[in-house]
């Protein structure tokens, strides 16, 4: 079975331009969850969606962050201007939520292989 | 809130050894999950070995064994006949009913031969 697939691997933009990340969970998860991780601040659970529904965005680190969910197959993380600070590698994961509710439980989450981003 | 803390930024052990790595958290809930995830040199991120806070009995995979001491909130992963491919960083992760993973800073193990 497929993994969790991102696109790009790599991306390389100059400060100010539109980023957009890629990412397509396993089939059959409901919970899905975008991090980021740099040296300084480790991984960071940045949003995560159940049933294609964002349930906290806490994570987001300001307005220039936005993510969507349009389908059970495929979500976006979109740096709307980007800048050198957001270079990072960006992880989407994906779990099954065996609870009916808003919230998931803690099923174990299976990575993506991450898109490293560096911006100019 | 919750926090992981990982004190081994880096080990090293001998092929065919056996390494414990530490980890420690902090939480009020009673109902939780902890993780060990393994990260390559080719970044990605590989589930070891998972424990749910309500089992007393200590999660075991092959090679990789946890030892969860709950009072002392105290997650430790003991790796046996350390291989080669082992190699990597090492991240222990709290788990809530929310969802949410809390990772600690990771400990980089390198195995020789």
């Known amino acids: 079975d497929a993994g969790v697939i991102q696109s790009p691997r790599h991306e390389v933009t100059e400060m100010g331009q539109e980023v957009t990340l890629r990412c397509k969970p396993i089939?059959?998860?409901?919970?899905l969850f975008w991090y980021r991780q740099t040296m300084m601040r480790g991984l960071e659970l940045l949003i995560y969606?159940?049933?294609?529904?964002?349930?906290?965005d806490s994570g987001m680190p300001e307005d220039r962050f936005s993510a969507k969910m349009p389908n059970a197959s495929f979500s976006t993380l979109k740096i709307q201007p980007s800048e050198p600070r957001d270079s990072a590698v960006y992880f989407c994961?994906?779990?099954?939520?065996?609870?009916?509710?808003?919230?998931?439980?803690?099923?174990?989450?299976?990575f993506g292989p991450g898109t490293r981003l560096t911006v100019l | 809130a919750q926090t992981v803390t990982q004190s081994q930024p880096e080990m090293s052990v001998q092929e065919a050894e056996t390494v414990t790595l530490s980890c420690t958290y902090d939480t009020s809930e009673s109902n939780y999950y902890l993780f060990w995830y393994k990260q390559p040199p080719s970044r990605q991120m590989i589930l070891v070995i998972r424990?749910?806070?309500?089992?007393?009995q200590n999660a075991t995979e092959n090679r990789f064994s946890v030892n969860f001491q709950k009072a002392a909130k105290s997650f430790s992963l003991k790796i046996s006949d350390s291989q080669l491919g082992d190699t990597a960083m090492y991240f222990c992760?709290?788990?809530?009913?929310?969802?949410?993973?809390?990772f600690g800073q990771g400990t980089e193990l390198s195995v020789k031969p």
């Open positions: 969606f159940n049933n294609n529904v964002p349930i906290d």
């Open positions: 994961a994906s779990s099954t939520n065996l609870q009916h509710s808003d919230y998931p439980n803690t099923d174990t989450q299976y």
């Open positions: 992760a709290f788990g809530n009913q929310g969802g949410k993973l809390i």
């Open positions: 089939s059959g998860h409901n919970s």
């Open positions: 424990q749910e806070a309500y089992k007393q």
